[in-house]
């Protein structure tokens, strides 16, 4: 028999517990009975779930491994970065909620075309944005100031397209995740030693890192940093 409550730390967030114990992550559906990528849909009480798979999002995997801080909740605004065809952003949208927005953007004409036609044609919280992170004032038309950024681009300079977007788009006393991608930045190094030059460099861009936790097994050599954004000045 499944049991659903909500995650006791992270609002709009839920865990499913099984028959033997197990207990996996949920959102609530924004739009019950559509799937976005193939993920199991639960009702209880009368209500739709979609179950979170920490092996397809990296946002699921940060919370399943213990991150302490997680700044997306219902109602902020979400500058995402590298949104791909929408998998992590169609969980998103659902704890964002109706009262919330998330900009997506993505480079790939492809991912782009796919992140449309799965997602954003059926939900009215999230805008899609075909656009080159590394130059965030070509979308200034669009994205007004956000609660948070999320970076996940497989770049070796994502901490600097991180700051670079922070400076334009995000308040101050913001939030910004942004998942690691070791292998992205340097084949050869030892993760560990990336995720601790990419930290600093965050720090040194006015960011206080709150939490950085590493992603394995769902993903191997990629770590997730959760930051505030000069906090000083909030």
Same mark, same amino acid.
């Given at each position: 028999?499944?049991?659903?409550?909500?995650?006791?730390?992270?609002p709009g967030i839920f865990w499913v517990a099984g028959g033997e114990g197990e207990r996996r992550l949920a959102t609530l559906n924004l739009t019950p009975g559509r799937r976005f990528y193939g993920e199991e849909l639960l009702e209880y009480e009368g209500r739709e779930y979609r179950v979170w798979n920490p092996f397809r999002s990296k946002v699921a995997a940060a919370i399943l491994r213990?991150?302490?801080?997680?700044? /997306?909740? +219902?109602?902020?605004?979400?500058? $995402?970065?590298? @949104? *791909?065809?929408?998998?992590?952003?169609?969980? =998103?949208? !659902?704890?964002?909620?109706?009262?919330?927005?998330?900009?997506?953007?993505?480079?790939?004409?492809?991912?782009?075309?796919?992140?449309?036609?799965?997602?954003?044609?059926?939900?009215?919280?999230?805008?899609?944005?075909?656009?080159?992170?590394?130059?965030?004032?070509?979308?200034?038309? /669009?994205? +007004?100031?956000?609660?948070?950024? $999320?970076?996940? @681009? *497989?770049?070796?300079?994502?901490?600097?397209? =991180?700051? !670079?977007?922070?400076?334009?788009?995000?308040?101050?006393?913001?939030?910004?995740?942004?998942?690691?991608?070791?292998?992205?930045?340097?084949?050869?190094?030892?993760?560990?030693?990336?995720?601790?030059?990419?930290?600093?460099?965050?720090?040194?861009?006015?960011?206080?890192?709150?939490?950085?936790?590493?992603?394995?097994?769902?993903?191997?050599?990629?770590?997730?940093?959760?930051?505030?954004?000069?906090?000083?000045?909030?």
């Amino acid at each position: 028999m499944v049991h659903i409550s909500p995650h006791e730390r992270f609002p709009g967030i839920f865990w499913v517990a099984g028959g033997e114990g197990e207990r996996r992550l949920a959102t609530l559906n924004l739009t019950p009975g559509r799937r976005f990528y193939g993920e199991e849909l639960l009702e209880y009480e009368g209500r739709e779930y979609r179950v979170w798979n920490p092996f397809r999002s990296k946002v699921a995997a940060a919370i399943l491994r213990g991150i302490k801080e997680l700044p /997306i909740s +219902p109602g902020i605004t979400l500058l $995402y970065l590298g @949104v *791909a065809s929408g998998t992590t952003c169609s969980h =998103l949208s !659902d704890i964002v909620g109706e009262e919330g927005h998330i900009f997506g953007v993505e480079f790939a004409p492809r991912a782009m075309r796919d992140f449309i036609e799965n997602l954003s044609s059926h939900r009215g919280n999230v805008s899609p944005i075909l656009a080159d992170a590394r130059r965030p004032l070509s979308y200034r038309m /669009i994205v +007004p100031k956000v609660d948070v950024i $999320y970076a996940d @681009v *497989a770049q070796p300079d994502q901490a600097r397209i =991180l700051a !670079d977007n922070a400076e334009v788009y995000l308040r101050d006393g913001g939030w910004a995740m942004m998942a690691i991608k070791a292998r992205s930045i340097d084949v050869a190094e030892e993760p560990s030693l990336i995720y601790g030059r990419e930290v600093e460099y965050l720090r040194r861009k006015g960011f206080a890192v709150m939490d950085l936790v590493d992603l394995a097994p769902y993903e191997k050599d990629h770590a997730m940093v959760v930051a505030r954004y000069r906090i000083t000045s909030a």
